[in-house]
């Protein structure tokens, strides 16, 4: 759960909120084929951690106050991964108000057309 403070009181959103922000957002970009997974080890960490599997292909994080997203993507050959970070970047910040700190991308296949 990450929770924004403002003069009116907290605001706490839940991950499932932010993975699903995030995916919908990579997903209307253009030359991502699909979402990724993450590697088993860290999907078996994150349901110990938390009591529930993390949703497919994206992580969110808290960091020093910024938001901190993993994105497993499966892409078509030629794809500009910086124009997807920054895509992402803007939609997450414009429906949160939060700083986005990084993403890390990490292509899991990349897909020939």
């Known amino acids: 759960m990450i929770t924004k403070v403002n003069p009116y009181g907290h605001i706490s959103l839940t991950n499932d909120y932010f993975s699903g922000l995030v995916e919908q957002a990579a997903k209307q970009c253009y030359g991502i084929a699909a979402m990724g997974q993450a590697p088993a080890e860290s999907v078996v960490r ?14 969110v994080t808290q960091e020093a106050g910024k938001l901190v997203i993993a994105l497993h993507i499966k892409v078509g050959f ?8 920054q895509s992402i970047t803007d939609e997450v910040e414009l429906a949160t108000g939060l700083k986005v700190a990084r993403i890390d991308v990490y292509v899991d296949d990349v897909i020939a057309d």
């Open 78 to 85: 030629g794809l500009n991964i910086s124009t997807i970070t």
């Open 46 to 59: 994150s349901a110990l951690r938390t009591g529930s599997l993390p949703p497919k292909g994206v992580t």
